[in-house]
Each structure stands twice: as C-alpha cells, then as structure tokens.
C-alpha cells in the first residue's frame, strides 16, 4: 500500500477524538473505525477490549507496514506516551493501546509471527536506551513470567490479523494491541479476573466451538506463546532477546 496515504487530510469525526495517539488521517479514522466495529460484535470474546474500547478508554495509531523503521520508531513514541500517561493517570478502568499497520495483509499466519516478534524485537532495541526491563515481569521468553516491557511497564501483547486461525483474532489490517499487565493484577486482587476470564472462555467456546489452546494463567507458561495467536508446539522458541538498559 502507498505509504503516502497516511498522510492525506483528515475528514470528520467518526470516533472519539481522544482515542487516537496522534492526529488521525482518512485512513487510519477507516481503520480506527472498522477496528471498534470488530470489537464491539455481539460475538467478540476478549471482554477486556470491549470494555477499553467503549467505555473510551484505549488510544489508537496507525502505522506503516508491521516492522518497517519509520514505523517504529513513530509507533515507540507513540506507546512510550501512552506507558507514561499510565503511570501518572487514573488506571481504575481497562485502558489498551492500540498499533494497526497497512500491511502486509492476508499474510499466512507463521509469517504474522515472524513479523510481530521483529516488531516487538525493534521496538525493544529503542526502548531499552532509555528504560529498565519492568521488575514484575521476567525479559526471558521462555519463563513463565515473561512479559513484554515498554517504557519501564509490562505488556501483554494481542496480535491481529486477516488469517488468524482463532477467529476473535482475525481483523484485515495486522494489528498489535498492548494491554498493560497492571490492570490485570488489580483485577486479580479485587477477585475479578477469573470470572472475566471465565467468561471469555465460555464465548470463545461458543464462538468456534472450543478454547484457545494458547491460553495460560499467568505464571504457569510464558505469555509469548499467546502474542501472535498461532498454536505452537513445545519445541517452539520465542524469537526474542532482552537487550541491556542504557
């Protein structure tokens, strides 16, 4: 897709203003707005980002291909914002953020894979000259306890894209959504979490007629087998590595 597409004008509101990480094109209100219409299907399972998304509590960007360096580099300011404005804000209610690219589309889904961990690899290389690893959360893929940091703050990535398997996961633009960890350990201590899970499950069952074999609690299995939502097998590796801070 011709990269000058993202900047054309931008034409009238057709979502909230605040949502987007910085002034919105044609194109990325047409993403934007397609992306709430998914998430607030009747059938949609992830009840985390129903809630983010209609009580207004995400910000939206729009970015080139999923890893090219411009990119990047504009998608690690935009998210280090938004970890900063976590930090100092009123986290009460769901917040996400969310990165959606124009392209590649109708990708095979080992390819989204290998893509989405060179995005997130990218984004950790900028990221680690100016912040600490997130203290809660292990940087080592291959621990139970791993999460991704941005901006001295845990992440759980969601990844999205036209051929997803599972289908809560399809979306035609690939599409990263970074859910902070923190909301979900104080879902956990106020005993809300496993019902909200739960739940997703039971839609996810109703949905496509079984669970998403990639889901674990937190602990038990490293989250990065869940980002790019292909099943793997146990021989699989995380293509990640943590670099040193500064």
Request: proline share 5%.
């Amino acid at each position: 897709m011709d990269q000058r597409m993202i900047a054309e004008p931008v034409v009238g509101d057709t979502g909230p203003a605040s949502a987007f990480a910085s002034p919105p094109t044609v194109l990325a209100r047409s993403i934007h707005d397609a992306f709430r219409r998914r998430v607030l299907e009747p059938h949609f399972s992830c009840l985390g980002a129903r809630s983010a998304v209609s009580g207004g509590g995400y910000r939206f960007g729009l970015y080139g291909a999923l890893g090219e360096e411009d990119g990047t580099h504009r998608l690690a300011r935009d998210l280090a914002r938004f970890a900063a404005r976590r930090q100092s804000a009123d986290t009460a209610h769901f917040g996400t953020f969310v990165a959606a690219f124009t392209g590649p589309l109708l990708i095979p889904e080992a390819r989204f894979e290998t893509l989405l961990w060179q995005q997130l690899q990218d984004l950790h290389e900028i990221d680690a000259r100016d912040h600490a690893w997130d203290t809660s959360v292990s940087g080592d893929p291959g621990e139970p306890t791993f999460a991704l940091s941005f901006g001295g703050r845990a992440f759980f990535v969601v990844g999205l894209h036209g051929r997803a398997s599972r289908l809560t996961r399809r979306f035609e633009w690939p599409t990263l959504v970074f859910n902070p960890h923190d909301q979900f350990r104080r879902l956990r201590a106020t005993g809300h979490f496993q019902r909200m899970q739960d739940m997703i499950r039971q839609r996810e069952v109703a949905l496509q007629g079984s669970i998403n074999p990639m889901l674990s609690d937190f602990g038990t299995r490293s989250e990065a087998r869940q980002y790019a939502g292909r099943e793997v097998d146990e021989e699989w590796r995380c293509p990640f590595t943590k670099r040193e801070h500064g």
